[in-house]
């Protein structure tokens, strides 16, 4: 089922837009995606109780403006400190998803043919010219020959004539080929990470933005009115604090 779109919320935040990020139509890789989805359902859920709130608030005739934009923050402070919460820890799990499957995709690999087989394939590839040497290991990675693959990236890489960084780049390459899901979760979840981390400040922005501020109004020389002033709740707080001052009673 498709969420109905809140256009009170940015594009951004809406749950549907995980469907965007690699893997999410195949459904063994979704599943490591779902937490990501939930979270930005969580969140555009939330955002849309606070502008409901602040245009209930609006209409109560027993608030000022101040009172209003007061009783409006403090409800969306109760609701997104949790929200909050969840967007750190979704994070969290998606590092540490990150790190397992980086770790998986970096195991050993053990040879699985004799000592004396392997010998002679990483001699064979060792004695041929550089360009055809990198196309024999590309073409044995095509063609999942695990055979050659592991003799060679079971080995030291001078053994098979292969410099430390192009040895490392095609053992990725054959980890990769013989384990499509966890190289397909890995790059769903690394971006799934990526999102999480850019669209994170645009949460905090879209809160304060729900609930809002009062603007201080007057006219110019041609009737229009301008904008001079902005007072955030942080701002009308503080001067309530401070004017309750004045009421308290003295101690006995």
């Known amino acids: 089922m498709v969420d109905e779109v809140d256009t009170r919320i940015p594009l951004d935040l809406h749950p549907g837009a995980i469907a965007n990020l690699p893997g999410y139509e195949e459904e063994e890789v979704r599943a490591v995606l779902n937490g990501t989805e939930r979270l930005l359902r969580t969140t555009t859920e939330n955002l849309a109780a606070i502008h409901d709130a602040k245009a209930a608030a609006a209409t109560d005739p027993t608030l000022t403006p101040a009172a209003a934009l007061l009783k409006v923050d403090d409800y969306a402070s109760a609701r997104m400190s949790t929200v909050t919460k969840q967007w750190d820890q979704i994070a969290s799990t998606l590092a540490n998803n990150i790190a397992q499957y980086e770790k998986e995709l970096s195991a050993p690999i053990i040879a699985k043919a004799s000592q004396m087989v392997s010998g002679e394939i ?74 999480v981390e850019r669209t994170g400040p645009l949460m905090l922005k879209e809160w304060h933005n729900a609930v809002g501020v009062i603007e201080e109004t007057r006219e110019d020389r041609s009737g229009r009115r301008i904008v001079v002033g902005r007072s955030t709740a942080s701002a009308i707080r503080k001067k309530k604090a401070s004017a309750d001052q004045r009421f308290a009673l003295p101690a006995n």
């Open 122 to 195: 990483r001699s064979h590839f060792k004695s041929l010219p550089q360009s055809e040497r990198v196309s024999a290991v590309q073409a044995a990675i095509r063609a999942g020959d695990e055979v050659t693959c592991s003799s060679l990236f079971g080995a030291p890489a001078y053994l098979s004539g292969l410099n430390e960084e192009m040895h490392r780049e095609f053992t990725r390459l054959w980890q990769e080929k013989v384990n499509p899901l966890v190289a397909k979760r890995l790059r769903a979840v690394s971006a799934a990470h990526e999102y």
